[in-house]
């Protein structure tokens, strides 16, 4: 089991939790997973084609991940928004 | 009392006032999400409203309270497992017969049938989009207008950047387009009608008379007699053709109200006047009305879905907001005009009710 930590609006779509202990080898597969458990979450990560949404970012033990990134038990994954510009 | 309902790029902000004045913010939802849209849906009594938030992406959202609780709509996405995903919801509609009608981006139309609570993509039109090759405007793909028609609510029009106008009487089961007469400037001549990219800013139908239709396009006004299949240009007499709002009388089919930019190159109020356009003549001619607008060193942007309106006659309610976050409105079909709101962030989209 992997634990998946949730921030912002994420958090709360989730049940208040902000970590999740989830099965899956790959991030992909983890979020699919955190869609199973908690529907409210669809379609705030990944979008319909099963992508990432662009300005969502994955950390899986403090290094940058994707979608396809290999998952272990006891690996830590991080989903928050990106930190990007604008007004 | 009014009440608008304010799409911001930072928040909705419900505004209450009496025609003629300033009016109050009664509440402001959404802090800091852009929300594209919003209406009080006169069937339930409901505020619904869209975001697209650049994180999670776009959300259609219901409250019977805007300064209350809001719960997310479901099924306001595309197929799974296809090529593309919703970019954006650009306009709600409440419908004939109970429907409420969203429109968004890529160039899709949603129906509700239980006051927004829950959305089924219409495929039909999907289909069009998914075997031809629409081509987006500068805001994107966007499918901003959708007009029903009076008492009969299988029909229905709808308008897409740069897709051009297409009509269903079957309640969408089929789409056709009605386009002819429509002459886009940025295009060669031989270009063919049904490839071409037609860059639909905004349509409205007339109430009393739901033949009479009007398009301000990306450059050109056109008046539609036949229900939307033939336009004829009516931009004579304006000083630019070019704007993205319209607005309707729904007492006088006769109608119009435009708010002219410079141009595709300057899209800003011409010589810093805001001005906004009426004819009741059918669009033969257009007359300046300012009375009450800044006149002088105002060169504001005013986008497709910022102008709304309520009541009729002489006592017609117009509203529009500007990127500078200005509201303006009349209550008296334009002759005078006031300062709304001031100060608000970039406005998105403005709707009214009384």
Request: proline share 7%.
């Amino acid at each position: 089991m992997a634990v998946v930590c949730l921030h912002g609006p994420l958090r709360s779509l989730a049940g208040d939790r902000a970590e999740l202990d989830l099965r899956g080898g790959t991030v992909h597969e983890l979020l699919r997973g955190l869609e199973e458990q908690h529907p409210s979450v669809t379609g705030w990560i990944l979008d319909e084609r099963g992508v990432i949404r662009r300005h969502i970012n994955v950390f899986v033990n403090g290094e940058r991940g994707r979608a396809e990134t290999a998952v272990e038990s006891g690996d830590r994954v991080e989903v928050l928004p990106a930190i990007t510009g604008g007004a | 009392m009014t009440e608008l309902t304010v799409g911001t790029k930072k928040g909705l902000f419900v505004l209450e006032g009496d025609p003629g004045g300033e009016f109050k913010v009664r509440c402001r939802a959404f802090p800091g999400e852009p929300i594209d849209f919003a209406v009080r849906d006169p069937a339930s009594g409901r505020v619904i409203a869209t975001s697209t938030s650049p994180f999670y992406g776009p959300k259609i959202w219901f409250a019977d309270d805007p300064g209350g609780e809001w719960m997310q709509a479901e099924g306001v996405a595309l197929p799974e497992g296809g090529e593309e995903a919703l970019e954006r919801i650009w306009v709600i509609v409440p419908g004939e017969g109970g429907s409420l009608w969203a429109g968004g981006d890529p160039g899709v139309l949603f129906e509700s049938r239980d006051g927004g609570q829950s959305w089924e993509l219409n495929a039909a039109l999907r289909q069009h989009r998914v075997e031809e090759d629409w081509q987006p405007g500068g805001g994107g793909l966007c499918l901003h207008s959708i007009v029903p028609w009076p008492d009969e609510p299988d029909r229905l029009a709808v308008a897409v950047s740069a897709a051009g106008v297409w009509h269903t009487d079957d309640h969408g089961e089929t789409w056709r387009r009605g386009n002819h007469g429509i002459r886009p400037r940025y295009l060669p001549d031989d270009v063919s009608e049904d490839s071409s990219p037609l860059c639909v800013h905004r349509m409205e139908r007339a109430k009393r008379d739901p033949r009479r239709m009007f398009i301000q396009f990306h450059g050109g006004v056109y008046r539609s007699d036949d229900a939307g299949q033939n336009w004829s240009y009516i931009g004579d007499g304006l000083p630019s053709d070019f704007g993205f709002p319209l607005a309707l009388d729904p007492g006088d089919p006769d109608s119009a109200y435009v708010i002219p930019l410079t141009g595709d190159f300057d899209r800003v109020t011409p010589e810093g006047a805001v001005r906004v356009y009426e004819t009741r003549d059918g669009g033969q001619s257009w007359t300046p009305r300012g009375d009450g607008l800044p006149d002088r060193e105002a060169y504001l942007t005013v986008l497709r879905r910022a102008f709304g309106q309520v009541g009729e006659g002489d006592s017609l309610q117009l509203y529009f907001g500007a990127t500078s976050g200005d509201v303006f409105g009349t209550g008296d079909a334009g002759a005078t005009w006031s300062t709304v709101a001031t100060r608000l962030p970039p406005v998105f989209s403005v709707t009214a009710s009384a």
